[in-house]
């Protein structure tokens, strides 16, 4: 059994990690800490959702850092950017694992960061001490589909963004074979308001959401960068992206459309092959494959991306259609997807319907 912390967890996201933790076959929740409900009970934070399953009181890391050190053997951790890092040296000095669900270490480029999320003066170096920078050499970036050996090794593993999430996957088939026109790329994204936390910006009111899809930092996006970075190294040169996104008044899930210009005419089934054998081994990625495009609720409430296209050839272009719950696979699903490569457990354990996908990958094996 695996001991497991959660650092920020009165967070929305930390919520769907105790939702999913609870139920995992090889995990013991050990540590719960939160500066601003320390010494409430969860259901302070999360009404009555785990009466009965959890008994826990949050507990402030800043007054007792060796208690959550002493009981962990992995520490999510659930806060906003520009603040983890500093608990995620002390927690790695112990030899704890870490899985960071904030920004901090998505983007290699630390003066990128200090750009796109505004820290003070736009300069890293200001912001950051070196023990950040030798934290981020270290970082593995924790999308299990590209990167699930380096994960495996990893002490530290960034988890990706929901928006970068939908996107990449939704493109990463073409990018690698460059398949696409390099400055064609543009993503089109609608967030249910699961994506602002529980803190919701005034504007994201019931009154002004019902009945209305409200665009925001287009072109903008701290996402942007971090989807420009992983599209980037796959095909091994600069990629730029337009990505667009909007909220939506649903609780959960992403819809990105993406439109690129095709380098090379393809057919659907030259399309659809290429995605098929691309996320063969990938459980959590469904391709729809006949004529079909995925909607948000076959995935929400699931770790599954789900990817339809179709190829226009009067305007020489490829239509893909990228679908995740964002609080799932746009966050903690993913967090427990890449904790457990790092503690070598079937990488669908402790997820929805990971029983039942243990059960397809043995049969696909047996078949080979």
């Known amino acids: 059994m695996v001991k497991v912390g959660i650092f920020g967890a009165a967070s929305l996201i930390s919520g769907k990690l105790l939702e999913l933790l609870v139920d995992h076959p090889n995990v013991e ?51 906003p950017h520009g603040g983890p890092y500093q608990v995620a040296s002390e927690i790695l000095a112990s030899g704890i694992k870490v899985i960071d669900l904030s920004a901090d270490f998505r983007l290699k480029d630390s003066q990128v960061f200090a750009k796109w999320y505004k820290l003070h003066g736009n300069d890293a170096s200001d912001y950051f001490d070196k023990e950040y920078f030798d934290l981020l050499d270290k970082a593995v970036y924790g999308l299990p589909e590209l990167y699930g050996k380096e ?10 963004g929901c928006y970068a999430t939908c996107a990449i996957l939704g493109l990463a088939p073409l990018v690698k074979e460059k398949l696409i026109l390099e400055d064609s790329i543009i993503i089109d ?45 796959l095909y091994g040169g600069d990629l730029k992206v337009l990505f667009s996104p909007h909220v ?18 393809l057919s659907y089934k030259e399309l659809s092959d290429l995605y098929n054998d691309f996320y063969n081994n990938h459980p959590f990625v469904r391709i729809f494959d006949d004529n079909s495009l995925p909607q948000v609720k076959d995935v929400a409430n699931t770790n599954f991306c789900d990817i339809g296209f179709s190829v226009n050839d009067r305007t020489e272009r490829l239509i ?37 996908l243990k059960k397809r990958i043995s049969l696909n094996a047996m078949k080979v």
């Open 248 to 265: 939506m008044p649903i609780d959960v899930g992403i819809t990105s459309t993406i439109y690129v210009k095709y380098a090379k005419k």
């Open 189 to 233: 994204s609608y967030s249910g308001v699961s994506g602002a936390g529980k803190s919701q910006p005034e504007n994201n009111q019931f009154i002004d959401l019902n009945e209305n899809i409200k665009p925001y930092k287009i072109g903008t996006h701290q996402h942007t960068p971090e989807m420009e970075q992983e599209l980037s190294r």
């Open 151 to 160: 994960i495996a090794n990893a002490d530290i593993v960034a988890n990706p």
């Open 320 to 356: 893909i259609s990228s679908v995740i719950d964002n609080t799932i696979k746009g966050a903690a699903g993913q967090a427990i997807q890449n904790m457990n490569l790092m503690f070598g457990f079937d990488e669908v354990a402790g997820l929805p319907y990971g029983q039942a």
């Open 29 to 79: 929740i050990s540590y719960l800490t939160s500066e601003s409900f320390s010494g409430k009970t969860l259901e302070a934070s999360f009404r009555g959702r785990f009466r009965g399953l959890l008994d826990f009181k949050f507990e402030s890391y800043s007054a007792n850092k060796n208690k959550m050190i002493d009981k962990c053997d992995v520490v999510f951790l659930s806060k």
